[in-house]
């Protein structure tokens, strides 16, 4: 590695931090503002807060990592073209792709750190910053789907309730139905409600049909308390599951749900697969940052910053797009994680022609 190498791969990554102690910070201090009535009116202790902020600082720091990099490589790449370093390197026979490779040294530093930070710590720090907010921020709001939740223990047991209160751990209008084998149904019980009391269940006008051959025996109680293989929060995971999981238990939870039927699969596909886009989106926004502020421009960095800016933009726009279809819409998470990084990438590849020339 040549000092050139040194000195860009340097100011690369001392802007980046630099970024992220300046932004960070005013993130935490807006958010403080904005939600601080809320914390007294709850009565939030301050450890809990302290906590909440440290897991903050992790869980927005890595969804903004992307751009705080765009940015930062903008700013000083500008102040090196206005300086005209860029121009004294490339006239001492370096070439442009030859300059590139500090860029991409620093973009496989970042790429590293976004990776592991993704798959193992921002999993735990997502788990405390959700709680938190739903605890003393969303206070009495939903953290998960109480209607017509439907799942399939394994492969031949379904249950169904038309509503769940997570707070009272009970659900209404509870069906549990065995298949044989064969798709015949053994039995089915149903309930009024189902109710989690202590380590048992407790059904209310319980009431069982056995099927036996062409004929059907029925029981039936005012009450039954009971066992069953599944716990009462399977019923329905919170939203924000599949990020509080790093990458073993997140396959093994994406399995889980699959075997079940769970009809929000796509959700926790998604983040699966934004965790392993997020590093390469390190390189293309780094390839198009560098294209766009290593000319000189009449108006200098003022004009690469507001294109930056704006190019940072649509790709919030485009990621946050893709990312509701497959969501909302049965689209393809892979194809919702592909198509943004495909298109930055036919960017990144045309400036930097534009550049060379």
């Known amino acids: 590695m040549t000092i050139i190498d040194r000195y860009i791969l340097k100011r690369y990554l001392v802007t980046f931090v630099v970024m992220l102690l300046l932004f960070i910070p005013i993130g935490i201090m807006a958010n403080l503002a904005e939600q601080i009535g809320k914390m007294i009116d709850n009565e ?28 930062s490589i903008i700013f000083f790449t500008s102040k090196l073209a206005s300086n005209t370093e860029i121009v004294a390197i490339l006239s001492s026979g370096v070439s442009y792709g030859r300059f590139l490779r500090p860029y991409l040294i620093g973009a496989t530093i970042i790429a590293f750190v976004m990776l ?6 921002v999993p735990n720090a997502s788990k405390g910053f959700n709680e938190f907010k739903y605890k003393y921020l969303k ?9 017509n939740i439907f799942n399939q223990l394994n492969e031949n047991d379904f249950i169904y309730v038309s509503s769940f209160d997570p707070a009272r751990k009970i659900g209404y209008n509870f069906t549990f139905e065995r298949f044989t084998d064969e798709d015949q149904l053994e039995f089915k019980i149903s309930a009024t409600n189902i109710r989690w009391i202590d380590s048992l ?15 059907a025996i029925i029981e039936s109680k005012r009450r039954l308390d009971t066992l069953f293989t599944f716990k009462i929060d399977d019923l329905t995971p919170v939203s924000y599951i599949a990020e509080t999981k790093n990458l073993a238990e997140l396959n093994k939870f994406i399995d889980d749900q699959k075997r079940k039927g769970a009809s929000n699969i796509n959700s926790y596909i998604l983040v699966k697969y934004k965790r392993w886009a997020m590093p390469i989106s390190a390189f293309i926004l780094t390839l198009i940052a560098v294209a766009v502020s290593s000319v000189k421009r009449r108006g200098g960095m003022g004009i690469n910053l507001a294109f930056g800016i704006g190019v940072a933009f649509i790709y919030i726009f485009f990621d946050r797009v893709f990312g509701t279809l497959a969501e909302q819409s049965g689209f393809s998470p892979i194809l919702a994680v592909i198509i943004p990084n495909l298109l930055f990438g036919i960017l990144a590849f045309y400036l930097l022609q534009k550049a060379k020339r």
């Open 44 to 71: 939030a202790p301050l450890n809990e807060i302290l906590i909440y902020y440290l897991n903050f600082t992790i869980y927005i720091g890595s969804l903004l990592f992307p751009i705080f990099l765009f940015l």
């Open 116 to 121: 592991t930070m993704g798959m193992f710590l």
């Open 139 to 147: 206070k009495g709001k939903q953290d998960r789907v109480t209607s």
């Open 201 to 215: 269940y407790r059904l209310t006008s319980y009431r069982k049909r056995i099927v036996k051959g062409d004929t």
